[in-house]
T-cell receptor, first 115, second 116 residues
Framework: GAVVSQHPSRVICKSGTSVKIECRSL??????MFWYRQFPKQSLMLMAT?????????EQGVEKDKFLINHASLTLSTLTVTSAHPEDSSFYIC???????????FGSGTRLTVV | AQSVTQLDSQVPVFEEAPVELRCNYS??????LFWYVQYPNQGLQLLLK??????LVKGINGFEAEFNKSQTSFHLRKPSVHISDTAEYFC??????????????FGQGTILTVHP
């Protein structure tokens, strides 16, 4: 079945630095990638939607200059948290869908801790 | 716009007992419906989905769900749970038809805890 590989699974960074999270679709072409943020014991909050080769569409309230999304190929999307602060600590999850995939394959998530 | 309400935030149950996790949705258009399971510190795994056809949908791990359009519900059931079913379960919807990249709207999640 469809697989999305997300790395790293855990990252600890210092306040003020940037962190890049990668999501790769291993066996299908991900025409669309979704990036979510999940706070402890809460549901997933959609941050942005990206289509391959296009600029990402950000949800209201999400800072596009802070959360940089790149979807340069049909198999790779990246989320870069720039100038990270402790309040950016969270669980970030990507999800990919292909041309005929209504199942939204999810990555395994990245636990970001900013100290 | 769509909204999803999972009526129970936590459901404790004993092993081998049946379980039902409730999900109601609101939408002005037809929807596709999904149930996902999330284990600690992991992403979401698709349990089952309803796109069209038979309203009773069977998924992985012995789960099934029934789409009830009149009650706008999509409750998840399992006749006999195992310890390994302990996880958080999310109901989600998206508008039907159109492109494949419609946005999912998630419920708040239900934590299922199976006790021995």
């Amino acid at each position: 079945g469809a697989v999305v590989s997300q790395h790293p699974s855990r990252v600890i960074c210092k306040s003020g630095t940037s962190v890049k999270i990668e999501c790769r679709s291993l066996d299908f072409q991900a025409t669309t990638m979704f990036w979510y943020r999940q706070f402890p014991k809460q549901s997933l909050m959609l941050m942005a939607t990206s289509n391959e080769g296009s600029k990402a569409t950000y949800e209201q309230g999400v800072e596009k200059d802070k959360f940089l999304i790149n979807h340069a190929s049909l198999t790779l999307s990246t989320l870069t948290v720039t100038s990270a602060h402790p309040e950016d600590s969270s669980f970030y999850i990507c999800s990919a869908t292909g041309a005929k995939n209504y199942g939204y394959t999810f990555g395994s998530g990245t636990r970001l801790t900013v100290v | 716009a769509q909204s999803v309400t999972q009526l129970d935030s936590q459901v404790p149950v004993f092993e081998e007992a049946p379980v039902e996790l409730r999900c109601n949705y609101s939408s002005s258009v037809s929807v596709y419906l999904f149930w996902y399971v999330q284990y600690p510190n992991q992403g979401l795994q698709l349990l089952l989905k309803y796109l069209s056809g038979s309203t009773l949908v069977k998924g992985i791990n012995g789960f099934e769900a029934e789409f009830n359009k009149s009650q706008t519900s999509f409750h998840l059931r399992k006749p006999s749970v195992h310890i390994s079913d302990t996880a958080e379960y999310f109901c989600a919807v998206r508008p039907a038809g159109g492109t494949s990249y419609g946005k999912l709207t998630f419920g708040q999640g239900t934590i299922l805890t199976v006790h021995p």
